[in-house]
């Protein structure tokens, strides 16, 4: 089997486990700094924020860095050791900045069409930024799927406008950005061939990453929702039997036993 060069994982129920008194487990951090020194690249690949991601990174990851963040789904941050920062990484940053900016500027109108609705018939927050919707809070679950059924009947008239989920939260975006193609951006840079990449994540804002194509090697921990675990199955890849980082040791224990076997015993 194809070794790996470059690992994505999703942070939150993925790496994390918030409902565990050990939400990270010492001995996936000692697989992936095994793996980064050996050559390989990890990139925590997420919905929060940059500043968001390295306070949970700073929190939950003890000595554990990833080389990479991206972060909102799409934007790509490096970090650089020498100056213990983030870097944008160009320019492609640039180019998403300016994509979602016009994106919210030409679709303005609709957005607020969008807002209404919810208002009218939702007890959703709406998420607003410089006084466009960019973002939704649902009340529960259930009222998230049925905006997201209101969303697919009217997003067909804005060919650009696409959104990321995320449990009760929604943010969005331009249908060009996703985890998924921020990911094979950065495989790209990276000269780094789907065979040789390896993506893990739980939630809705993951199945871009987790269908086969910008990884070949995909899984999920037990506690994915259905829908993850439906795709991860339908792409040959392993649904683990561990929940959350323990998960994702578990199938990287699978394709690269040499660097987990030992910390398994």
Known sequence: MARLDLISTDFDGTLVDHESANPFPPQLGEALHRFQKAG???????????????????????HATPDYVIANEREIYRWEPSSESWLDVLPWNEVC???????????????????QWLQQNTEAQAIREAGVLHGIIADNEPE?????AYLASVESHCPDL??????????????????????TH??????????HIM????????????NGQPARRVACPSNAIPEVKALVKQADGIVARARCGSGVLEALGQWQPELVNDLLA
């Open 97 to 115: 900045a300016r994509d979602h900016q016009r994106l919210f500027t030409d679709f303005k109108a609709h957005m607020e069409k969008i807002a």
């Open 162 to 183: 696409s959104h990321q989920r995320n449990m009760v939260y929604l943010r969005f975006c331009h249908r060009r950005y996703s985890k998924g193609t921020a990911l």
């Open 40 to 62: 390989g690249r990890w990139v925590i690949n997420t919905g929060r924020s940059l500043w968001h991601a390295v306070e949970g990174i700073e929190i939950f990851l003890g």
């Open 199 to 210: 993506a893990a994540g739980d939630h809705q804002n993951d199945l871009s990453m987790l």
């Open 144 to 148: 998230m799927d049925g905006i997201v």
């Open 186 to 195: 950065l495989a790209e840079l990276l000269r780094v061939d789907a065979a």
